[in-house]
């Protein structure tokens, strides 16, 4: 249905200014405006993009946690990314929610980047494939996607305010690319950023309509990221269509006095509506239009059957010496080691965060697989100074005789108006009117000790408490933000803990007052009731981890981040792993040359161990099923199917693209185009350091040989097609990559290679199978800054078929014409 339909037409005119206008803010945080007068019921959207939150930020309803957007590139799958997209699509149908924000489509710029696990790569290519699949699995079950966060939101310092200044061309090739792909999809809304590009905010700024709407097409809704619009003309001029949240904002009757003396355009304001009521044909939400898509709910065994193959395929297996695979077998023996082998990250911080009803833990994993027997722990190190929520498990309600929290709103008389009970020490409101009218929140539970000994017990949040254990007051106060950024500090708030000697079965009231102090501009709350793991003395513990390797076949050392390291609202100060980390690393290799590492992290760290062990899989944020997965590959059931999605340094220094501080609020995008492996490529070509983990890396259990290369085609038809043999002696999956050179003396400032294509092979031993690649016309062109348009060089530019982009391969010319 095109905007200019008659019968959207005919429901723009049914409204009044002031109806309309009231429609291009949200009713509230996860939800938009109906209006009975046209048939038009609420739309409402949901955090993703690796799983789907629905209107709660807690775990009353639970979501399938999905491998995160770093995980899901290493497969460079398209084919599981529609899989996943079918479960997305269900997970939001059964929610009830209508658009699901995401996938993230911004690049991996410089390492550091905060958010880089919610997004996919650092080549625009592999981005935009990605993303592409995401859209269009997901909006074929009437389900809206929405590609963010529209443009080079690349990094969480400043992020509100900082001001990227990128070329022309810069922004085309790079940033801009894989956005234009969602759109040549059909996505039917993109998410406007926060940050600036060259001195104007995103929700104001030019580019939402020249490319966004007029040179692509663009003919869905610019939603924006929540309180980016913050000036009522300038945003309501520009190729914004929806204010989020709701229901105040920048625009409401401001919007409707500035069209009513010609600031703004009435026929601007139709614009957005249009496509408001355009996206709510699409997914349903009009009395007379279609119907909404009906999405077959999905079987628990199903879920985890998708998300445990998923996981596996996107490990990367960056180093092996022949330890894996290592088959479960009699009187085996296995040390699991470190704090992510129990506390494992299945996925990162801030609003991708879901919250899934289980995570297999690798410890839980690895004994399922090989036997409890045969699987030992030892932490080794302590843990992160962090509160972990009350699960339901630890507390009892005596009302029902089940676990939970039970929380009491209090008007200023100290009144009760109100009750909610939550399963666990996890509570969130948002835009919540109980919180908004309290005077006071009481929250009540009883904590059941599970073991003699000490506890320490405690609460996180900002705001004013007080904290009772079985009646004794033991804190009256404030609790202040310590983050920079306000959002990363409500969404990580600050913890304070006391200490108990407590029994088993010993159980102890604890008793939280809260009055919100701060006004971000909602009713918003996020407070956990939890406990801190205890640890013995650090030193014996380490030692006790090293003598448990000693005496075992293989030790699996599980390392990894934190959400003090990674996660939304602030970028990483370095590559490093958390402290003690790579100690135990090697001291564990030291004892036992049968070490395998697990890096569980969203982004890359800097692993100086990696040649002093036996095996090592990056394992991302692997989503619920963690643990199984793992052990899946650890023990040959599965393949290690993932390949390097971004390039992984070996030190700080080694980095080419590393600021992602602003400078006077202005952040320089000066590498042009030579962004990730583009960069690394010419800083080794200028005599500097090599990556680690090259872009496009990875090892497997079987070996492959790519046979003679052949171009069939010309101009914009041309396809790459190879012979790809699994040399080895168990079936496989090869990803086989197409690069493309510039013709030599090019007067073009190109990279030296970049990303064209890419195949997923998959063989028996033996088996030989044709890759077939299409070369896209676009990947031959660069942006003519000075023509403003695409422009194709004439020569011979040089096409490999490889197996990453530091490998030979094959290679041949591509002839092509100019243009």
Same mark, same amino acid.
């Given at each position: 249905m095109p905007l200019t339909s008659p019968f959207l037409t005919e429901l723009l005119q049914r409204l009044t200014l002031e109806q309309k206008v009231r429609l291009l803010t949200g009713a509230s945080t996860w939800s938009l405006h109906d209006e009975p007068a046209i048939g038009l019921r609420a739309i409402v959207v949901s955090d993703g993009p690796t799983g789907v939150?629905?209107?709660?930020?807690?775990?009353?309803?639970?979501?399938?946690?999905?491998?995160?957007?770093?995980?899901?590139?290493?497969?460079?799958?398209?084919?599981?990314? !529609? !899989?996943?997209?079918?479960?997305?699509?269900?997970?939001?149908?059964?929610?009830?929610?209508?658009?699901?924000?995401? @996938?993230?489509?911004?690049?991996?710029?410089? @390492?550091?980047?905060?958010?880089?696990?919610?997004?996919?790569?650092?080549?625009?290519?592999?981005?935009?494939?990605?993303?592409?699949?995401?859209?269009?699995?997901?909006?074929?079950?009437?389900?809206a996607t929405t590609p963010k966060h529209y443009v080079a939101n690349d990094s969480e310092t400043e992020r509100m305010t900082v001001d990227v200044r990128a070329a022309e061309r810069t922004l085309r090739e790079l940033y801009l690319a894989p956005f234009e792909r969602m759109v040549d999809e059909g996505t039917w809304l993109v998410m406007s950023a926060y940050n600036s590009v060259d001195g104007v905010t995103m929700t104001e700024?030019?580019?939402?309509?020249?490319?966004l709407k007029t040179e692509w097409g663009?003919?869905?809704?610019?939603?924006?990221?929540?309180?980016?619009?913050?000036?009522?003309? @300038?945003?309501?001029?520009?190729?914004?269509?929806?204010?989020?949240?709701?229901?105040?904002?920048?625009?409401?009757?401001?919007?409707?006095?500035?069209?009513?003396?010609?600031?703004?355009?009435?026929?601007?304001?139709?614009?957005?509506?249009?496509?408001?009521?355009?996206l709510a044909s699409r997914v349903g939400a009009l009395e007379d239009g279609p119907a909404e898509v009906a999405v077959e709910p999905w079987v628990d065994a199903d879920v985890v059957a998708l998300l445990r193959e998923a996981a596996a395929d996107g490990m990367v297996l960056a180093r092996n010496d022949g330890t894996l695979p290592c088959a479960p077998r009699a009187g085996l023996t296995i040390a699991a080691i470190g704090q992510h082998a129990v506390r494992p990250r299945n996925q990162g911080g801030g609003s991708a965060t879901v919250f899934p009803s289980h995570v297999v833990s690798p410890l839980d994993g690895l004994r399922a697989a090989y036997g409890d027997d045969a699987v030992r722990f030892a932490a080794g190190l302590p843990p992160q100074d962090e509160l972990r929520p009350f699960p339901r498990t630890a507390l009892f309600e005596e009302r029902s005789g089940d676990g939970g929290v039970h929380v009491r709103f209090l008007d200023a008389d100290g009144a009760e108006f109100a009750t909610e009970d939550f399963p666990s020490g996890r509570l969130t409101w948002i835009n919540d009117s109980n919180v908004g009218t309290a005077a006071t929140v009481e929250i009540s539970a009883r904590f059941v000790a599970a073991r003699d000994?000490?506890?320490?017990?405690?609460f996180a949040g900002l705001g004013l408490f007080r904290f009772d254990l079985d009646g004794a007051t033991v804190f009256s106060g404030p609790v202040l933000p310590e983050a920079e950024d306000f959002v990363a500090a409500l969404l990580n708030p600050p913890h304070r803990v006391f200490t108990l000697e407590l029994r088993e079965g010993q159980s102890v009231e604890l008793l939280l007052s809260y009055t919100p102090q701060f006004d971000v501009g909602m009713s918003f709350a996020h407070i956990l009731l939890g406990e801190k793991d205890l640890?013995?003395?650090?030193?014996?513990?380490?030692?006790?981890?090293?003598?448990?390797?000693?005496?075992?076949?293989?030790?699996?050392?599980v390392v990894g981040t934190t959400e003090a390291l990674e996660s939304e609202g602030f970028d990483r100060?370095?590559?490093?792993? @958390?402290?003690?980390?790579?100690?135990?690393?090697? !001291?564990?290799?030291?004892v036992n040359k049968r070490t395998v590492v697990v890096v569980n992290s969203g982004a890359p760290v800097a692993m100086p161990w990696i040649d002093e062990v036996a095996a090592v899989i990056l394992a991302w944020f692997p989503g619920q099923e963690f643990g199984s997965a793992l052990a899946d590959v650890l023990s040959g059931e599965r393949e290690p199917g993932g390949r390097m999605p971004t390039s992984w340094a070996a030190r700080d220094e080694d980095v080419p693209v590393w600021n992602v501080e602003p400078v006077d609020g202005q952040l320089a995008y000066a590498e042009g185009v030579n962004v990730g492996y583009r960069a690394w490529l010419r800083q080794q070509r200028q005599g500097g350091a090599a990556p680690a983990l090259p872009f496009g890396s990875g090892l497997g259990y079987t070996s492959w040989e790519l046979g003679a290369l052949e171009v069939v085609g010309a101009g914009e038809a041309v396809v790459a097609e190879i012979d790809v043999t699994n040399t080895g002696a168990r079936a496989g999956k090869h990803i086989v990559q197409a690069y493309l050179s510039g013709p030599g003396g090019s007067a073009i400032d190109r990279p030296i290679a970049w990303l064209a294509g890419f195949a997923v092979v998959r063989a028996d031993a033996g088996e030989t199978v044709t890759a077939r690649i299409p070369i896209p016309v676009r990947a031959f062109q660069h942006w003519d800054a000075d023509r403003r348009q695409w422009a194709s060089e004439g020569g011979t530019f040089t096409l490999r078929l490889a197996s990453s982009v530091v490998d030979p391969g094959r290679s041949t010319g591509v002839e092509m014409n100019a243009s």
């Open positions: 939150r629905g209107s709660s930020f807690d775990d009353r309803d639970p979501s399938a946690s999905l491998p995160s957007a770093t995980s899901v590139a290493a497969s460079w799958d398209r084919d599981l990314v !529609r !899989r996943l997209g079918r479960l997305i699509a269900s997970e939001a149908r059964s929610k009830g929610v209508d658009v699901v924000l995401g @996938p993230t489509v911004n690049l991996h710029r410089s @390492p550091r980047g905060g958010r880089h696990f919610e997004a996919f790569s650092e080549d625009p290519f592999l981005t935009g494939e990605m993303g592409a699949a995401y859209v269009a699995s997901v909006q074929a079950h009437g389900v700024n030019e580019l939402l309509r020249e490319p663009f003919d869905g809704v610019v939603i924006s990221d929540w309180t980016a619009v913050r000036d009522t003309v @300038p945003s309501a001029n520009s190729g914004q269509d929806l204010a989020m949240p709701g229901p105040d904002g920048a625009w409401g009757q401001a919007l409707v006095d500035a069209v009513k003396d010609g600031r703004v355009s009435e026929a601007a304001v139709d614009d957005k509506v249009l496509r408001l009521l355009l000994g000490e506890h320490e017990l405690g640890f013995g003395d650090p030193q014996e513990e380490l030692e006790r981890a090293v003598e448990l390797a000693a005496t075992s076949d293989v030790a699996v050392v100060p370095s590559l490093a792993l @958390p402290a003690g980390q790579d100690e135990l690393v090697r !001291r564990v290799s030291a």
